[in-house]
């Protein structure tokens, strides 16, 4: 992948650059007139970073195996717009909720190249997945497995809803506890002890076809022995025609280390997937952050700039748009959009009442002022899909910039919005 990143962390969107005066354009565009007339806070998306990224993954994948699908786990970034490009770029979609299901058919997704997640499925959500032909219910748990039973026998169409069974393999990556998901004692998935009799019981389904195993470690992984580790450890669970090998490849949230190449990733798990369980299987794989992190740029308004022990530099958003940093202590770093560089250790502050609403503790800035217009970049992923309303603050709009042009696809929540669900 090309990318033109004069001064600029790897942090920034493809293509992103600082003009001859030091200003941010991005996909084209000049951020602080991006701020002007979208106003702030606004997540700004650079659709051919979204493009390039989805045709990394697929190119990879294509190096190494003919039989193989890249979903997007649609949960990091749930937008129709991100939808559409991505499914324009014939990527397959994971979708964890009804609600996530409803955005992915609007996207455009092939229902049969939809596949249902999620721990607590709700029978009302099984039957809307039936209802839109979804190609792959992933099995959780022995409760799940009774619900779909009945939900795919008390309704047409009766034939059999093809299913993965998800593993949690006791493989630990180095990550935040919040977004570990591979070890023993997980919220998700069947336990290594459990699975032998949980896939018995669903071969005995007439309505059910077990088609493979799933399994998902965790997120922002940079190291890819415990992806290898993983699947070594569903090896002794059978012989299975495909294998979901689950997402959580790192990206650069700052300048700091950098993250593995999608194409090293890839062949990390296809040749183990090769090596472990032998070949010909059918392998998929379900990226999120490392789709559309880096796509993404968030811009604020500097509303004060205060001293006291720190620097604290307010920002007219915050933990209603980015709750990263403040849910795991996830590190951003910030610069103003029209003067890069350093010069002010500051602490970038949201407006929300709370002690703990700091977007980047540790920001360095070219002597911010009231009115400097703010860029955090890689806010793609868990971002707008973890936005709310705390203290009534309306959720951001989504732009999308290319080519010089920019378009709101996601439009800023208004006052009359928070009010708009009152009976
Ligand atoms: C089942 C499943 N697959 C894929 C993902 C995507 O992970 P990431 O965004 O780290 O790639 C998640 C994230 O929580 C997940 O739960």
Redesign the pocket.
């Known amino acids: 992948m090309a990318a033109t990143r004069t001064q600029l962390s790897q942090a920034y969107p493809l293509g992103s650059r600082l003009d001859a005066d030091g200003r941010l354009q991005l996909g084209g565009c000049d951020a602080v007139e991006l701020a002007r007339e979208f106003g702030t806070p606004a997540y700004i998306v650079v659709e051919e970073d979204l493009r390039e990224r989805a045709r990394a993954f697929v190119d990879a994948f294509r190096a190494r195996t003919s039989d193989f699908d890249v979903l997007f ?1 649609s ?2 970034f749930p937008c129709t717009a991100v939808l559409r490009v991505l499914a324009e770029e014939g990527i397959a979609c ?1 979708v ?1 909720s009804g609600g996530e299901l409803a955005l992915a058919l609007r996207g455009g997704f092939d229902p049969e190249r939809i596949y249902l ?1 999620g721990n607590a499925k709700s029978e009302d959500e099984l039957r809307l997945a039936r209802a839109s032909g979804v190609g792959h219910v992933v099995l959780d748990n022995a409760d799940e497995i009774e619900r779909l039973e009945a939900v795919v026998t008390s309704s047409p169409p009766t034939t059999p809803q093809r299913v993965l069974l998800r593993v949690t393999p006791d493989v630990r990556g180095e990550t935040h506890a919040a ?1 570990s ?1 591979g070890q023993a004692d997980s919220k ?1 998935g069947f336990s290594m002890a459990g699975a032998p009799a949980a896939i018995e019981r669903v071969r005995g389904s007439a309505a059910l076809e077990l088609v493979g195993l799933h399994l ?1 470690i ?3 992984i940079f190291e890819l022995d415990p992806f290898r580790r993983a699947i070594e450890a569903i090896a002794p669970l059978g012989d299975f025609g495909v294998v979901n090998l ?4 790192g990206v650069a949230y700052t300048a700091g280390p950098e993250p593995p190449r999608i194409a090293d990733y890839v062949a990390a798990k296809v040749d183990t997937v090769e090596r472990v369980l032998g070949s010909g299987k059918r392998i998929l794989d ?5 789709l559309v992190a880096n796509s993404t740029v968030t811009l604020y308004t500097v509303q004060s700039v205060k001293r006291n022990v720190s620097t604290w530099v307010a920002v007219d958003g915050g933990m209603s748009d980015n709750l990263r940093p403040m849910l795991y202590g996830s590190v951003y770093e910030a610069q103003i959009a029209d003067r890069f560089g350093g010069g002010t250790p500051a602490r970038l502050a949201g407006k929300h009442c709370e002690s703990g609403d700091v977007i980047v503790c540790e920001a360095e800035l070219a002597d911010p002022r009231v009115g400097d217009v703010i860029v955090t970049p890689a806010t793609g ?1 868990y971002g707008h899909a973890m936005a709310n309303n705390y203290n009534g603050v309306p959720r951001p709009p989504v732009v999308f910039v290319h080519d010089g042009d920019a378009r709101v696809v996601v439009r800023r929540e208004t006052y009359e919005d928070l009010f708009a669900r009152d009976a």
């Open positions: 786990a949960k990091a994971d964890a997640h977004i998901t998700f998902h965790g997120s922002q689950g997402g959580g490849l379900e990226p999120g952050r490392a992923a």
